[in-house]
């Protein structure tokens, strides 16, 4: 069934903002101290004339540009041409590289997700792992970018990656051979009489692609949807907000709140079809973004249920301001929050049915998350409503359990070590 035709919305969770030359600060009043820029500048001078050693103007000016950066949050960077460059090359859908999602969490190179069919997840890389080296060089204080151009070389060279993972008493080094990335934005499967759908990102016509697959799986006679967003990263706002559309017929999908002003108000794009259809989304701690946008709008809209683990907690816009020689500011611009008025940003969504992914060593490709998934869209289908978690998800073995906890104690040995280091 189709909405009436609504004004489109056309925000994007990267926002490109075009400047010019010739426009400096927006308000020089913001500088509350001229003495501050002056000190600024005699240091600049006097490290210029009288440091030991010769050291470019450009790469102090990089040094404090990154030294402010520094002050304001972890998805705040400076890029130079070509990793704006690379960016742009990431949302057009097909790179050279090993196929992860990389982030700066807490001063530490994370792995958000590793793209679906890629040399990273095959070489077995996690949501959560932190980069400690690339090819032998330490992460700490490495930008993102930096370390996305380490990655990335001629498909075919191998690249290796020293992982800090959970559990792990030591570094896991691990050699990957890079390839030409082509990301499959959706994939469908039919379980019996329930539909399948898989969105690795959101990119560029995300949201026409996963409307062309949900109209074939209706076509197909499917009698219900589970909408698999784990590992997905985000990525274009508006092409989560089209995904959303597709299953409410109307609705706030998200509100963007900045420093000043009032807040932007992202409805459900009526240009889209609307499915009906009963609902499950699959979450883990590698959703972020856009995948919380969705997720977020159908727990708060109760359109379906959720069902896997915690998503990541990324819940920021930032705008990229486009430079005079090629290079890029992208900066944290505002917060997202869900329909409900939920903040996203480092505090997640928590599913209905809480329920974690246990790998099989005899199978890697067993998936033990789904088959629960498609079991409980069965268990509605037959009986017309939602069991409780309790009475419904099956219960781990004592192995599974101790497994379950060794790592919830990892997690709060880091953030202590965090919290001292700090």
Same mark, same amino acid.
Do not use: C
């Given at each position: 069934?189709?909405k009436?035709s ?23 009043n913001s ?13 600049l ?10 050291i470019?103007l450009?790469?102090l000016?990089n040094?404090?540009?990154d030294g402010m ?7 705040s960077n ?9 960016m ?12 992860i ?5 807490d ?10 069919n ?7 890389l ?6 400690a080296?690339?090819?032998?060089m330490e ?10 151009d ?5 498909p075919?060279t ?5 992982i800090?993972r959970?559990?792990?008493?030591e570094?896991?080094?691990?050699e ?7 990301v ?14 898989? *969105? +690795?990102q959101?990119?560029? !016509?995300? @949201? ?7 109209l &074939?799986? /209706? $076509? ?11 590992n ?6 508006d092409?989560?907000?089209? *995904? +959303?559309?597709l299953?409410? !017929?109307? @609705? ?7 420093? &000043?002003? /009032? $807040? ?5 794009d009526?240009?889209f ?13 590698g ?17 379906g ?7 990541f ?11 005079e020689?090629?290079?890029a ?10 329909s ?8 997640g969504?928590?599913?209905n049915?809480d329920?974690?992914f ?24 037959e ?10 998800l ?8 101790e497994?379950?906890a060794?790592?919830?104690?990892e ?12």
């Open positions: 069934m189709f009436s609504m004004k489109k919305i056309a925000v994007t969770l990267i926002i490109i903002v075009m400047i010019t030359a010739g426009v400096g600060l927006a308000n020089e500088m509350t101290e001229h003495g501050t820029i002056q000190n600024f500048q005699n240091i001078m006097l490290i210029n004339n009288y440091y030991v050693e010769d470019s450009n790469q000016i040094g404090a540009i950066l520094s002050e304001v949050d972890s998805y400076f890029m130079s041409s070509g990793e704006y460059e690379d742009q090359e990431d949302f057009e859908g097909e790179f050279g590289g090993i196929g999602q990389i982030t700066i969490r001063g530490q190179l994370t792995i958000v997700s590793p793209i679906s890629t040399p990273g997840e095959r070489a077995g996690m949501a959560g792992d932190i980069i080296k690339i090819d032998g992460t700490e204080d490495m930008s993102q970018e930096r370390a996305v380490l990655m990335r070389g001629e075919g191998d690249v290796t990656l020293s800090d959970e559990g792990e008493d570094l896991i080094e691990v990957i051979t890079r390839a030409i990335i082509e499959p934005i959706v994939e469908t499967e039919i379980y019996d009489n329930v539909g399948y759908l898989s *969105v +690795s959101f990119i560029q !016509e995300t @949201g026409v692609k996963t409307e062309e697959a949900l &074939e799986l /209706e $076509d197909e006679g499917v009698e219900a949807i589970i909408l698999d967003l784990r997905n990263p985000g990525g274009i706002l092409e989560a907000v089209k *995904v +959303s559309s299953f409410a !017929e109307s @609705g706030t999908v998200l509100s963007v709140r900045q420093r &000043e002003g /009032e $807040d932007q108000i992202y409805e459900v009526g240009d079809m609307t499915s009906d259809l009963p609902l499950i989304v699959m979450t883990n701690r959703s972020a973004s856009g995948s919380e946008i969705v997720a977020g709008f159908i727990k708060d809209q109760e359109r249920k959720l069902f896997g683990s915690q998503t907690g990324k819940g920021t816009v930032q705008s990229v301001f486009p430079l020689d090629g290079s500011l992208r900066l944290t611009t505002a917060r997202y929050y869900t409900g008025e939920n903040l996203i940003d480092e505090i969504i928590e599913p049915y329920y974690p246990i790998p099989d060593e005899d199978d890697p490709e067993a998936d033990n998350q789904l088959d629960v998934a498609v079991d409980l869209m069965a268990y509605y289908l009986n017309n409503y939602w069991p409780e978690p309790e009475d419904f099956p219960e781990l073995t004592e192995e599974e359990l497994e379950i060794h790592r919830e104690q997690i709060e040995r880091i953030e202590e070590d965090m919290e001292n280091d700090n």
